[in-house]
């Protein structure tokens, strides 16, 4: 079955304390990405990734981090967080270059930091 | 810059009733998408439907058409016969070519009465 995994799908954790939200597609989709999700603002791209080893900025990149080691995985790396990242997030692929494909997403991580 | 606006935050219809969800996006693109997601209370995000800026033909999937102004701009989303279901938030979603960047509108949660 095609799908986009994320994990976990819940966390509450403390300020300053580095976590991982993990995510993994299983088409072979070149492009992936992450996006927010906030009361009001709908969904906001953090970062992108146009294939392996290739990254870029979304619109609220501030206080994360990625890599695209693997085609397949593109995990979101929070360094230090704190409590205005408190959010649901959701992981996103599709095939690049052909956006007439609609991106498949995750089934989100709603992230609490208090 | 690229902008989706959804001027509605919340609707409500009775069941079997027809329902219109509004949006607007701005761009100086000539080419690109534009497409519906449902996101039910599971928090999956699921394409409803799609659209092509360079087809006239508006798109329609079973109960759910679309009407496309390109030259105001507009694409709004239409349900007819609605089902308890359809109880969702809705995104309206814009994107360019080969970049697939996505932007997302602030969401319009509907509500379908019984």
């Known amino acids: 079955e095609a799908q986009v995994t994320q994990n976990p799908r819940y966390l509450i954790t403390v300020t300053g304390k580095k976590l991982t939200v993990t995510c993994s597609q299983n088409m072979n989709h070149e492009y992936m990405s992450w996006y927010r999700q906030d009361p009001g603002l709908g969904l906001r791209q953090i970062y992108y990734?146009?294939?392996?080893?290739?990254?870029d900025k979304g619109d609220v990149p501030e206080g994360y981090k990625v890599s695209r080691k693997e085609k397949r995985n593109f995990p979101l790396i929070l360094e230090s967080p704190s409590p205005n990242q408190t959010s649901l997030y959701f992981c996103a692929s599709s095939s690049a270059g052909n956006s007439n494909q609609p991106q498949h997403f995750g089934d989100g991580t709603r992230l609490s930091i208090l | 810059a690229q902008t989706v606006t959804q001027s509605q935050p919340e609707m409500s219809v009775q069941e079997a009733e027809t329902v219109t969800l509004s949006c607007t996006y701005d761009t100086s693109e000539n080419n690109y998408y534009l497409f519906w997601y449902k996101q039910p209370p599971s928090r999956q995000m699921i394409l409803v439907i799609r659209q092509e800026a360079y087809k006239q033909q508006n798109a329609t999937e079973n109960r759910f058409s679309v009407n496309f102004q390109k030259a105001a701009k507009s694409f709004s989303l239409k349900i007819s016969d609605s089902q308890l279901g359809d109880t969702a938030m809705y995104f309206c979603a814009f994107m360019t070519p080969v970049l697939n960047d996505m932007r997302f509108g602030a969401g319009t949660r509907l509500t379908v009465k019984p």
């Open positions: 990734s146009m294939n392996v080893e290739v990254t």
